[in-house]
């Protein structure tokens, strides 16, 4: 390594002088600002890790929900409002929401509270829940027969 302000050859380090950053050896370090490599090598690994931990949860939202919604929720709201003939804003009207939330929640974005589901289920003459037991073992053994999923075939071939 080669001084880059007397042009000695020996064992440099990087500093700033006036602005500029070089390689300075000792004798001329002086004349500029050491530079501690290692201040920016910690700070730029410690930051990653600490935005990682402030990132919110999404899947918290559904924590406190008691009942799990029938799959394709939204259609069936959807298709039991026009098998009514209302719209969404009466639809709205009758349950006490505003027009954007049926349309949210007819396409999916969002997931109707539980007082929400009840309602919809009276006005619109549908069943949305079902209640959570222990349905979620994905063991084949004690599940009677005509419940096979497509993951139980595949596993079944191997
Ligand atoms: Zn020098």
């Known amino acids: 390594m080669q001084c880059e302000l007397c042009g000695r050859v020996c064992d440099c380090r990087p500093a700033t002088v006036d602005g500029v950053k070089m390689m300075l050896c000792p004798g001329c370090m002086k004349y500029g600002q050491g530079i501690k490599p290692t201040v920016e090598t910690s700070a730029s690994v410690r930051k990653p890790i600490l935005e990682r931990?402030?990132?919110?949860?999404?899947?918290?939202?559904?924590k406190d929900m008691s009942k799990e919604l029938v799959s394709g929720w939204n259609d069936l709201i959807k298709n039991a409002r026009k098998k009514k003939g209302l719209s969404r804003e009466e639809?709205?009207?009758?349950?006490?929401?505003?027009?954007?939330?049926?349309?949210?929640?007819?396409?999916?974005?969002?997931?109707?509270?539980d007082k929400m589901?009840?309602?919809?289920?009276?006005?619109?003459?549908?069943?949305?829940?079902e209640e959570v037991t222990s349905v979620s073992s994905t063991s084949t053994g004690s599940r009677p027969a005509g419940s096979?999923?497509?993951?139980?075939f595949i596993k079944r071939e191997d």
Do not use: M, Q
């Open 53 to 62: 931990s402030k990132r919110p949860k999404a899947k918290d939202v559904y």
């Open 91 to 113: 639809l709205g009207f009758r349950i006490g929401e505003r027009t954007v939330t049926i349309a949210k929640i007819e396409n999916g974005d969002l997931r109707p509270s």
């Open 148 to 152: 096979l999923t497509l993951g139980d």
């Open 117 to 129: 589901v009840e309602k919809l289920e009276t006005e619109l003459g549908i069943t949305l829940v």
